[in-house]
T-cell receptor, first 118, second 111 residues
Framework: NAGVMQNPRHLVRRRGQEARLRCSPMKGHSHVYWYRQLPEEGLKFMVYLQKENIIDESGMPKERFSAEFPKEGPSILRIQQVVRGDSAAYFC????????????????FGSGTRLTVV | QKEVEQDPGPLSVPEGAIVSLNCTYSNSAFQYFMWYRQYSRKGPELLMYTYSSGNKEDGRFTAQVDKSSKYISLFIRDSQPSDSATYLCAMTTDSWGKLQFGAGTQVVVTP
């Protein structure tokens, strides 16, 4: 059973370009969470999605950032018109349906996408 | 003031020593507490999970939660060089998993 798969592992974008980060949850998982990790900082919650629904986007910047988790395919975190301050590691995590994190004692993280804006 | 405070270290210990890590927090509504281990360039990996106050032991790892003091700890006994990593505390108010993380403590275990 493959874990949470994120791609690409590394992404370089010039200022003003768009960045698309993909996350395929573990098999059977329908809840996806995105976190951002800035250098020397802990992970910061961005958004929580279920299939075709955004449940909690309280951590998402108001502009340029969007996320989706379609019925078919991976979850996508999209950053438009990237700036240098968007350079960070972006982690996705997944958990099974209807049980939240507790039944599995926390959720499973992917290895992250490291975005560098030049 | 950050909601979760964690000393970033680095914390250097000799092999075989006990590693002691801790976090303090300000939100009394936190009920679920976790410790994650993160190796360089990898995603966080869950080590320990505790609900409310109390102690939990799993092999060489012991997690403690003191809600009255808003203080959580992780102890690693008989530390090994392979324990060298960043340790992140995390907590949440509910089961749906919007975790609040500490900044992480870098631990180095020297042979």
């Amino acid at each position: 059973n493959a874990g949470v798969m994120q791609n690409p592992r590394h992404l370089v974008r010039r200022r003003g370009q768009e960045a698309r980060l993909r996350c395929s949850p573990m098999k059977g998982h329908s809840h996806v969470y995105w976190y951002r990790q800035l250098p020397e900082e802990g992970l910061k919650f961005m958004v929580y999605l279920q299939k075709e629904n955004i449940i909690d986007e309280s951590g998402m910047p108001k502009e340029r950032f969007s996320a989706e988790f379609p019925k078919e395919g991976p979850s996508i975190l999209r950053i438009q018109q990237v700036v240098r301050g968007d350079s960070a590691a972006y982690f996705c995590a997944s958990s099974p349906p209807s049980t939240g994190i507790l039944a599995n004692y926390g959720y499973t993280f992917g290895s992250g996408t490291r975005l560098t804006v030049v | 003031q950050k909601e979760v405070e964690q000393d970033p270290g680095p914390l250097s210990v000799p092999e075989g020593a006990i590693v002691s890590l801790n976090c303090t927090y300000s939100n009394s509504a936190f009920q679920y507490f976790m410790w994650y281990r993160q190796y360089s360039r990898k995603g966080p990996e869950l080590l320990m999970y505790t609900y409310s106050s109390g102690n939990k032991e799993d092999g060489r790892f012991t997690a403690q939660v003191d809600k009255s003091s808003k203080y959580i700890s992780l102890f690693i006994r008989d530390s090994q060089p392979s324990d060298s990593a960043t340790y992140l505390c995390a907590m949440t108010t509910d089961s749906w998993g919007k975790l609040q993380f500490g900044a992480g403590t870098q631990v180095v275990v020297t042979p």
